[in-house]
Structures are given as structure tokens and as C-alpha cells.
């Protein structure tokens, strides 16, 4: 069963190129990105997250959830592609 963000996105990613889905497998967070969300990691895991750090850091989870969606329509769109 496709989760509904999944189905949102599907109109977006049916439009997809061979550049536009390798761009988006591309897709990194830069070092500084990258700290910030490890230090969040670590602080939900010793149970120590602020309120503002708790919300920032389940944005940033929901944030990983729709790249990643978005990755792997991505994928199986290239691989349709070359089928």
C-alpha cells in the first residue's frame, strides 16, 4: 500500500528526466547540514532533545522521509527508462 505522501508525490515524479533523477539521487546534505542532524541524533538517543530540538529534529526526519521517496521513485524511474 503507497502511503499518501508517497501518492502526492507521484504526479511530481512521473515527470521526471534521466538528468532531473539522477540529480535527485544525487542529493546530499552538506558537512554542516550533516553535524547538525547527527548532534540532533545523539541528543534523541540520550533522551536530552529541548522542545525546539525535538521539533526541529522531526522535520528533519520528515524532510529524510520525502528525499527518500523521492529517491527511490527516482531510481525506478531510470530503471523503467533503460527497460
Not at 522531526?58 to 527497460?83: M, T
Request: proline fraction near 4%; hydrophobic fraction near 40%.
Amino acid at each position: 500500500m503507497l502511503s499518501y505522501l508517497d501518492r502526492l508525490l507521484d504526479p511530481l515524479t512521473d515527470t521526471l528526466t534521466p538528468e532531473s533523477a539522477t540529480a535527485l539521487l544525487a542529493l546530499r546534505v552538506d558537512a554542516e547540514l550533516e553535524t547538525r542532524i547527527d548532534e540532533l541524533r545523539r541528543k534523541a538517543n540520550e533522551g536530552s532533545l529541548t522542545p525546539a530540538e525535538d521539533a526541529e529534529y522531526k522535520d528533519v526526519i520528515e524532510a529524510v522521509d520525502v528525499v527518500s521517496i523521492l529517491q527511490a521513485k527516482a531510481r525506478r524511474s531510470l530503471s523503467q527508462q533503460v527497460a
